[in-house]
């Protein structure tokens, strides 16, 4: 395995991360060219389930790009809020596919840590996916995923993964409290209320 692919995906995956905090439409194709080396690496090292997510990084960074271009305007990308009751369902929709891609992985595949792996895939397609819809709680889905995914990559020998991980929980943290500005600074000129 190249080392240099590794610090080549870093680099586009810090790109993504710092762009999407700020809202800004760039984030989709760091994030297209950092996904797409990763899954490469994924491969090389075994972990299949988070060659498979990068591989949907790919797809929702297309999908992510032509979403937000025709929804961003002078003000930038608009912020949603979901229920209590919208993340509910999520989180039970991503326990029953961890439960489903863990199945397949430890009767499919040869995978280490199959469990972890399945989780932080299955979650982390969820926060993707709740990016590209601009829904602010993407971020909390994060900081869960990426901590985890700190000691997975740690496990699996993948040092610059790890300590990318480690960033973005930091970064997630960032882009929540910017997107929540966002959404609030919103709604309080809607209401008038400078």
Known sequence: MEQWVEYAAVVFNVAYVMLAARRSIWCWPAGIAG??????LFIEVRIYAEAVLFAYYVVMGVYG???????SGDEGVKVVVRSMRYHL???????LGTAALFWVLITFTDAEMPLLDSFT???AFIA??????????????WVAVDSLAVYLYLARGLEAYALLSLMY??????????????????????????
């Open 121 to 123: 895939t299955v979650f």
């Open 128 to 141: 993707t996916w709740l990016v590209a819809r601009r829904v602010l709680e993407n971020w909390i889905y």
């Open 35 to 40: 996904s797409a080396l990763s899954i490469y």
């Open 169 to 194: 929980t930091g970064m997630a943290v960032f882009g929540y409290i910017e997107w929540r500005r966002n959404y609030h600074g919103r709604s309080q000129i809607k209401h008038g209320n400078h």
């Open 65 to 71: 790009w032509v979403v937000w271009s025709r929804k």
């Open 89 to 95: 369902l999520i989180v039970v929709a991503g326990y």
